[in-house]
């Protein structure tokens, strides 16, 4: 039986609502995770190169404690890649060909919807989640995101050989033509996909403070923090 390895991040806790009722909830206690490169923060003008490991990205304590949302460099890049993977993917078995009725070319093409909409899950992972991410979400951007890419590219190959014969041996090649260069096209756009997802960093670092979490932690007898006893 496969055990869920983000099990440990995770604890229960129970909280009395407004009304005296226990209610539990469920509460990440995982190490968090921030992304190396954003948009208008991580990097200067004309900078380059993602921000050394060990080190907070700049204007990752000031986004948080004003509630601004920093996102990843290329995201938009990402997404208009995976509506033209989607585009290619469909194109390709709307004309009718022979090549898709070959067992050995339909069956590596149409397996493509299943790290295609992996990859689109991710994606749009990065326009929904927020700051610090959690293990599980961090793991999707830098792990799942290139596989099936990756996964994608190489199955869409798989269906060219197989594409290239049967267009050679039909008498009506325009169906086959069509499944080619979307085939083609295909493999061309997750390959680059592949590259752009291995570009979007995440680092796990200590989550920045909110000031009143500071003044918390500094003042003595606040909530978290026992007082001081009186000298003498």
């Not at 325009?174 to 061309?188: K, Q």
């Amino acid at each position: 039986m496969a055990i869920n390895k983000y099990v440990g991040d995770y604890r229960i806790v129970e909280d009395v609502d407004r009304r005296g009722r226990l209610r539990s909830r469920t509460e990440y206690r995982g190490p968090h995770f921030y992304y190396t490169d954003t948009d208008g923060t991580g990097r200067g003008k004309g900078e380059r190169g993602q921000m050394p490991r060990g080190q907070t990205a700049p204007g990752a304590e000031e986004g948080l404690r004003s509630g601004r949302r920093r996102s990843p460099r290329g995201r938009w890049a990402l997404l208009g890649g995976v509506l033209a993977l989607w585009a290619l993917w469909i194109g390709a078995m709307m004309p009718v060909s022979e090549s898709l009725r070959l067992f050995w070319v339909s069956l590596p093409f149409v397996a493509c919807a299943v790290p295609l909409f992996l990859l689109s899950e991710g994606v749009l992972g990065l326009f929904v989640w927020k700051e610090p991410l959690e293990r599980r979400q961090a793991d999707r951007i830098r792990e799942r995101n290139p596989q099936c890419a990756l996964i994608l590219c190489v199955l869409a190959l798989l269906s060219l050989p197989g594409g290239i014969a049967a267009a050679v041996a039909a008498e009506q090649k325009t169906g086959d033509i069509v499944f080619l260069v979307c085939a083609a096209l295909l493999a061309l756009t997750a390959a680059l996909e592949t590259r752009l997802a291995g570009r979007v960093g995440v680092e796990e670092r200590e989550r920045p403070m909110h000031p009143a979490e500071k003044n918390a932690t500094a003042v003595p007898g606040s909530a978290g923090t026992p007082p001081e006893p009186p000298e003498g």
